[in-house]
């Protein structure tokens, strides 16, 4: 069975090239080189870094084409997949190794032709932790040469030790973050239903004052009885119904959606149906291939996205301006509902598929 691949760049004077291949492959790149990867594995988020990826493969050599097993850490960069490292060994422990060799590097007392020597240590098993190379580097040196390969290795530890005790930090508080919007979204389902029920109610209520002459504002009880159960859950939600209110940080709608509309919060339940979803496009941003319309909350909390391709977007704006005309608006958008990094979307290739309520 055929395994898939993935093409990386090697850029020859970083890192990669300069540390990692030389110490556990036992060979160098004079200039930057594309290579392939067969991949053994899914890629998983390397939990040191946000925009780096972990593969488990083979690295095919493109000039002798020997093959190399090992932990490929690979970053998407402008479109091309740059290799950030590569291990053989225990992740943990080859990380610190990797610290350190940048470290000794950059302070002048180790070379890439250093670990081009101490290679065969580390195929046999003999130099395998940042220690080990500590170890080996401070050999024929003098006192105080090795005291300062030990003071730079300690250093590097504990840069690498501080940068992991924030990326801890911050996973907890994004952790704590997504549990609150988690709640904030079961809320907005709750009201928004209360709304459509609360606008029929009302309906029905101008109705039958308007046959019998009387004024009566039915659906207060409602508004009440909501009012009630938002406070009884520690505050997590304000509204008002008489003044158009806020569900945490969404901004307050002008008019009741249609009843049929799906809320933004929820359209990912609905990946691969055509649906219609509503809200208030809190933020418009253009990147290279064309623009995104974040409804009722910015990136990266935005829970739906409405997508122009750069080749509709005249199109579908009939050469009018995206922020003039649905900046803090309430828009409605149909189309097929789809998914992107844990987000729902909905491309937009045609005028009629957006509207402003």
Not at 38 to 59: C, P
Not at 126 to 154: F, G, M, P, T
Request: charged share 20%; hydrophobic share 35%.
């Amino acid at each position: 069975m055929s395994r898939s691949q993935l093409s990386v760049l090697v850029k020859h004077q970083e890192h990669c090239n300069i540390d990692s291949f030389p110490l556990r492959f036992g060979f160098t790149f004079d200039e930057d080189m594309e290579c392939t990867v067969l991949l053994e594995s899914k890629g998983r988020q390397d939990h040191r870094y946000e925009d780096r990826t972990l593969y488990e493969g083979v690295l095919i050599h493109p000039l002798t084409d020997d093959r190399f097993y090992g932990t490929y850490v690979i970053a998407n960069n402008n479109a091309s997949n740059v290799l950030i490292t590569a291990w053989r060994n225990d992740i943990d422990t080859e990380y610190y190794l990797s610290a350190v060799m940048k470290m000794l590097r950059k302070s002048g007392v180790l070379t890439t032709q250093d670990l081009l020597n101490f290679h065969p240590r580390y195929e046999s098993k003999q130099l395998n932790s940042h220690a080990d190379l500590v170890l080996a580097l401070s050999e024929n040196k003098s006192s105080h040469e090795v005291s300062r390969i030990q003071q730079d290795a300690s250093q590097a530890i504990m840069d690498a030790q501080s940068r992991i005790h924030e990326l801890e930090l911050k996973n907890q508080k994004l952790e704590m973050e997504v549990t609150n919007l988690q709640q904030k979204s079961e809320i907005k389902d709750l009201l928004h239903e209360v709304r459509l029920t609360q606008a029929t109610a009302n309906s029905a209520s101008y109705h039958f004052n308007h046959v019998t002459h009387e004024k009566k504002p039915f659906g207060k009880g409602i508004s009440a009885a909501l009012a009630a159960l938002c406070v009884g859950i520690g505050g997590i939600v304000t509204y008002q119904a008489m003044s158009g209110g806020t569900v945490g940080d969404i901004a307050p709608k002008t008019s009741t959606p249609p009843s049929s509309a799906l809320t933004p919060d929820i359209a990912l339940r609905f990946v691969d149906e055509y649906a219609t979803v509503c809200g208030t496009v809190v933020q418009i941003t253009d990147f290279a291939k064309g623009s995104y319309l974040n409804f009722d909350r910015t990136f990266p909390n935005t829970q739906f996205t409405a997508v122009i391709w750069n080749s509709d977007f005249k199109h579908v704006t009939q050469d009018q301006s995206l922020y003039t005309t649905y900046s803090n608006k309430n828009v409605c958008v149909s189309g097929k509902v789809s998914s992107y990094n844990d987000r729902a979307q909905i491309v937009l290739k045609n005028p009629k598929q957006i509207s402003v309520y």
